[in-house]
């Protein structure tokens, strides 16, 4: 094995010699793989190991596997480096799962210990963790990108077993009587990836083709060879679409050169040029895209509100993307505004102010709130993008279980809400369909059922206090 992971290496140019590498180095089996494979490496290789271990701070049995490690790293006279975190905590503080800031502690910890040397920083994902993301990015809706699964190298992170198995990795091991730690978790159900792990992987390498995971690999490889070969072709189209001097903060879009790009790298321009703004492609989905690309064809000028505080205009030829605090005066545009939102996450909305969108699982155990300003809507109900605005001609609710349908009009007509009101009032859509018109009601089609796995809420903190 030690040959195809150096053939690996070399292919993708992981190591150079005089390097220090990092090496993330838990104690299961595909890290302490990681260690030995790393130090076989060295005898070919010039490069120095450094190891980081990232206690966080949530298993009993954690300390045993420092210890472990501490006593691989003595052995092989490799300095090593123990970081303590309460990740739960530091989950709860940042409102994100406990998987994302157990990460985000790791790579933090990592780049520390890399922080003023020329190297690299190496975990120990392989094959089978690969097919893994694939199949989660492709279950949640995902580009090229996301389809490829892991990278081999991606800044300065390499994944030098990313070419074997995990049985292989065991195999291996085993046949050195090299013992590992087992974490307790990863033969659980709790996380996504451990279902599709026991589940779907490999269900679908025992009834479906032996070699999948191989199989998807060789598919990840292609994809992303494509993907590296579109993205050289999106940054040729943005420099003959993006106007170089658009101001500091603001990136302005020549709309006629943009359309006459195919319609692939006209939505993949925007996404960078939405990603290049906000600092990353977090949070932004292909609602966003489509919601700019949309207001880009209209024939009319406009404006829309994303995440991250932004606000892309269109002005007949220009198309602008700022952070809303840069904005001169109020709707310069002189145009109803439409806020495209894209759960979870955060829009302040006129007449209501910040509301907060959260997304989770169905359980028996959760009551609905009985709250004017926070709502439950049935996820899975939704099919395409939702936004808040005024109303609009056609706009309706459904108003009872037989799913009847009430226009908008007559609803307000119904409730006495006041004529000089109404144009004034922000609703949740979906298309024409009502969703919910705020401190009032509803609509019947999005309400909570048995059938119900997936749960938005929508509160307004400033009006009363959150559930969650």
Known sequence: MVNKVLDYVKKYRMIEPEDTIVA?????????????????????????????????GIRQEAAEDACYVRELCRRFDIPFTLVEENVREGAKIRRISEEEEGRRVRYQAFARALEGKKGKIAVAHNSNDRAETMLFHLFRGTGLTGASGIRPVAGNVIRPLLCVQRSEIESWLGERGVPFCTDSTNGQDIYTRNRIRHHILSYAEQEVCRGAVANMNRAADQLLGAEEYIGRQVQAAMERCVLPEAGEGTVAINIPALLREDGYVRGRILLECLARRAGGRK??????????????????????????????????????????EEKSGNNPLGEKREFQVAPPGEWDIPGLGRVEFTLFS?????????????????????????AFRTRKQGDYLTVNRKMGRQSLQDYFVNEKVPRQERDGIYLLTEGAHVMW??????????KISEGTRTILQAAVPGKEGRLL
Not at 306 to 311: A, D, I, S, T
Not at 366 to 383: A, G, R
């Open 283 to 324: 949070n932004i989905t292909a609602a966003h895209v489509g919601a700019m690309e949309s207001l880009f064809l209209s024939g009319e000028n406009g404006e829309i509100h994303l995440p991250y505080g932004f606000v892309v205009y269109k002005k007949y030829d220009l198309g602008m993307i700022q952070k809303k």
């Open 437 to 446: 018109v705020p401190g009032r009601r509803i609509s019947e089609y999005y």
């Open 362 to 386: 169905r359980k028996e155990s959760q009551i609905i709130p009985q709250k004017t300003y926070t709502k439950w809507f049935d996820y899975d109900k939704i099919t395409s993008s939702i």
């Open 24 to 56: 993330g180095i838990s104690g299961g089996a595909d890290s302490v793989c990681l260690l030995f494979v790393l130090a076989e490496l060295q005898k070919r290789i010039p490069f120095a190991i450094r190891v980081v271990h990232v206690d966080h």
